[in-house]
């Protein structure tokens, strides 16, 4: 029995990977890529970053200002999850069915999350540059947005796993609808919403570097404007500093859900 199960699973495999080649040497001739020319190119291409992409002392010499920007694009993209966050708690109290007032509630609470949650950040920073202009409330507005649609929906998820044994407690006492929101379901999920707020930041101060480069603000306007003008050397160190900030926030960040959970 089992050596056919093993062959059964061989052979969806080879299918797998044949289907896969095809699509892919298909892909190929539609898109008359050059394969050849393609790989030759990896290694010209890593000289010539290697060459260029390589902080000088000029670079270094406008650090100050690349953290500058760096701490307002941090704050920008903690505010936006924070704010967020508040208020996505109120609409996935609303929505969730463990804590919903009536059912119809609950209808618009998803909708609304569905709609903010399926617009990409890139595509609402550009719908909102139209009629804020380029601006840091642009960038917190756009990441705001994708940010409450998010965490209204994972929120509702967390909140709806939590046991109703103690919100059927406190309801057989006589505890109004806010007695029990505050004394049972938001302490039980509440390191699980913690650490939703803290992966939106981590997730929001790598977005507000694109959204940065769309509206004109941030760290991500600096490392558009020197790439647009080829100053390589400067933009290399703006992608530094980026990728260190994001491994000590991240760091940071699994120490409170360790310490929280």
Known sequence: MQPDIFRMRRRQALLFFALLATLTYGAILITEYDTVKGLVAIPQAAIWAASN?????????RLPRIIDKLVETILMAIASSTV???????????????????????????????????LDVSAWALILLFSFGQSAYTGFLALFFVTFGFIVRVMMETIDEVSTDSVEALRTTGAGYLAIISQSVVPACLPQLISWVLFMIETNIRSATLVGILTGTGIGFLFDLYFKSFNYSSASLVVLVIVIAVLLIEAVSNAI?????
């Open 53 to 61: 992409f390589v902080p000088d002392q000029e670079a270094f010499a």
């Open 84 to 118: 967020a966050s508040a208020l996505g708690l109120v609409v996935a109290l609303l929505g969730a069915t463990t804590t919903r007032p009536h059912p119809w509630v609950s209808l618009p609470a998803r909708g609304l999350a569905s709609v903010f949650r399926n």
């Open 257 to 261: 859900r360790r310490a929280v959970l």
